[in-house]
Nanobody, 124 residues
């Protein structure tokens, strides 16, 4: 089970930190990703971090503003979002994919488990 928290309403230029707590799985065996979905749009990749906490990848739209991190001891992945823009408004989802599963980590279909999502709204 994945449970996100930390969403909310923030003004443009502000910051939020999302958390995703995992349970029922061996967290360190999973690559973790963040996706988002705005109304009427497809779910899109935001960022992922490999199981070891090493390699990290970001969508171009968030590069330099968002930072993903994970704490394997706490079974939690985070998304620090700075310099937020109105176009960042969406429901944000965390997702987990078993480390030995094939598939691009930027593709939602590669992931085994999803959270319920947390709403992020950025006002202009």
């Amino acid at each position: 089970q994945l449970v996100e928290s930390g969403g909310g309403l923030v003004q443009a230029g502000g910051s939020l930190r999302l958390s995703c707590a995992a349970s029922g799985l061996t967290f360190s065996n999973y690559d973790m990703g963040w996706f988002r979905q705005a109304p009427g749009k497809e779910r899109e990749f935001v960022s992922f971090k490999l199981w070891s906490g090493g390699s990290t990848y970001y969508a171009d739209s968030v590069k330099g503003r968002f930072t993903i991190s994970r704490d394997n001891a706490k079974n939690t992945v985070y998304l620090q979002m700075n310099s937020l823009k109105p176009e960042d408004t969406a429901v944000y989802f965390c997702a987990a994919v078993y480390v030995f599963n094939a598939g691009s980590r930027e593709y939602p279909g590669a992931y085994n488990y999803w959270g319920q999502g947390t709403q992020v709204t950025v006002s202009s």
